[in-house]
């Protein structure tokens, strides 16, 4: 599985992902993958994290889907 697939995945559920769920896929470069998701075309937004298990500047990520004609693409 490559490391674009561990990352959507993961973002699959559509739901909040804290920065240090995508650290223990052990992606080196995790946020340059990210961006290149993004860059293929994938809605995945961002903001800093508050879940308060990190003091870091952590960023939370989301997979946003869209949806055609009842029929789910990226």
Not at 38 to 50: E, H, L, R
């Amino acid at each position: 599985m490559t490391h674009h697939q561990k990352i959507l995945t993961l973002l699959d559920d559509e739901q909040w992902h804290c920065g240090t769920e995508i650290m223990n896929l052990y992606i080196k470069d995790d946020r340059k993958r990210i961006s290149e998701l993004v860059a293929q075309g994938y809605n995945i937004i961002g903001k800093p994290c508050d879940c308060g298990k990190h003091v870091s500047g952590l960023y939370k990520r989301k997979l946003i889907k869209k949806e055609t004609y009842g029929i789910r693409t990226r």
